[in-house]
């Protein structure tokens, strides 16, 4: 991991919006995944492999986990992996043309070194490690805003919310007010920039990889819900947090 590396990733993103930008003014190709609130586009696999193509350009035979699949499936996280969301929040993108971000994530033998979630329409780029800090754009980010559960805003994943999964209705009820943007890179920089207090959702690898590397290198907590470790092979049940929001929550956590 470079200073060098770091440049080229931001470069890569400032293409890929400009990229998502010029797509918007033609129609989108709209499939259904799951369910048709879980979509995904044209744009989503154009920018994916525009990333794999651009790793693969520069850093050679290197393993790329992807939200779309279009690199070779990842076995284990030995060695240097780089993890990429294209599109998060695909739905807004769809139905908003706003609020969702490109993220990208660099794994090294498991350990998180480098992460950036882009607000492409906010042109707003968060983005570090542990050993560079966190930058909002230009600016770094020394420290969080303190603030318990009652104090502030939360985020949560509105399936959560409705299901009451985990306590997360009944913890949500507790805050101040609550959000649910539908875009998990934008919860974490939200809740990075100090604007709320928490975010509770269920999470692909892809979905959290930067948020964790950026949260942790400030301080914030990020853990399962479900008491275990966060495996970045599967899909768990997150939650992000400062200390003190974090101790509330966890007293209401249902398990
Ligand atoms: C989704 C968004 C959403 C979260 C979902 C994710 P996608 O990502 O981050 O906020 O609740 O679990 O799948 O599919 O738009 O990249
Ligand atoms: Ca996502
Ligand atoms: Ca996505």
Redesign the pocket.
Known sequence: MSLEMVEDIKEWIYEASALIKERLSSPLIVEQ?TSAA???TNV?KEVEAFFVQKIQQSYPNEKILG?EGISEPVEDFSGRVWVI?P???????VKQQDH?CIMLAVYENGVGRLGFIYEVMRDELLWGGDSIGVYINERKITTVKKQSLADGIINV???MFVANSFGTKDIAEKALAVRM?????I?FKEVILGKENGYL????P??YAPGKILAESLGLIVESLDGKALDLKAQSPVLVAGVETYEDIKNLVHH
């Open positions: 995944k879980d979509v995904v989503d939200e969301d599109i998060d929040g695909t739905l807004n993108f969702f994943n509105t399936n943007t539908g875009c998990a890179g919860a959702s269920c999470l692909q892809w979905d």
